[in-house]
Structure formats: structure tokens, C-alpha cells
């Protein structure tokens, strides 16, 4: 079964500059709390990530799994696909950063992410780890924002 969540929070920085640390994944290890690497493996003809392999904390172990990253047309969306992983059969997520009308300098993140765990856990474990990867990341994805922008 597929969970899925989505958070919201503000940040006291451009949606540009959210894309930017947003898009920086080789800088991931130095403020996600769970990445312990983070190798781009492919780049589009713009420069850009495309597939990017990670090693995370989960569970009480090491993970690895590989993300295929997706721009599009809209430069304030992030979005992404599991193409493989150990333990996740699903991984999938995107990052929204909406101005925030009358102030330059701030910016709505909403953040989705559907997880499908390979390995069975009861629903109030799987919700309680869902929970806490969703708002873990916005809440280090803030700090990183707001302190390099400060």
C-alpha cells in the first residue's frame, strides 16, 4: 500500500533560491539529517541532475536508492521517481515553491511524497516514519534555505 503525505511550510527566501538548494543534491549530506551521500550519476544538457544515487538512515540501517529528478517547464517545481532503491518499491515526491504575493523574499514549500515500503510494517508504524521523513525534511530543507541566505 502506497502512503502518501503533503507539508507546507513558509521560508524566509526566494522561490529561486529554494530551487537552488533544492537542486544542489551533492550538498544534501552537510543538512539532511538522514542523507549520508548523495552522487549525481547523470546530467540533462542543461547541466542539471538527473539521476542521483543517495545512502540515508532508515529504520535503524543504511539505504540506498536512485531518484530520477524531473524540471519541466515550471522552474519553481521539483519533482521525482524512485528508479530504484533496497527497501522502497516507491519513493516518489516533488517540491512546490509558490511566491508569496507582496514579499520577494518569501516562499510556500509544499512538499508530497508517496512511500511504498518492500518490507511490511503495521499502518501507525509506516504513518509515524512517513510523518517524520515529511516534516524532517522541510524542517532541515528551512534551516539550510534561511541560513544561507541570512
Request: with cysteine; charged share 30%.
Amino acid at each position: 500500500m502506497v502512503d502518501q503525505a503533503t507539508a507546507r511550510t513558509t521560508v524566509a527566501a526566494s522561490p529561486e533560491r529554494c530551487f537552488a538548494v533544492a537542486t544542489d543534491f551533492e550538498s544534501y549530506p552537510e543538512w539532511a539529517t538522514d542523507i549520508k551521500s548523495a552522487r549525481v550519476l547523470t546530467r540533462d544538457h542543461a547541466g542539471r541532475a538527473v539521476d542521483v544515487e543517495f545512502r540515508a538512515a532508515a529504520m535503524g540501517r543504511s539505504t540506498t536508492y536512485v531518484l530520477r529528478y524531473f524540471y519541466g517547464d515550471d522552474p519553481l517545481r521539483l519533482a521525482w521517481r524512485l528508479q530504484r532503491g533496497d527497501v522502497t518499491r516507491r519513493l516518489d515526491g516533488e517540491y512546490e515553491f509558490l511566491p508569496v504575493e507582496g514579499d520577494p523574499d518569501a516562499t510556500e514549500v509544499v512538499y508530497q511524497l508517496a512511500v511504498d515500503l518492500a518490507v511490511p510494517l503495521p499502518g501507525f508504524v509506516k504513518r509515524r516514519a512517513e510523518a517524520r521523513i515529511v516534516h524532517t525534511a522541510l524542517d532541515d530543507f528551512t534551516r539550510r534555505v534561511e541560513a544561507s541566505t541570512g
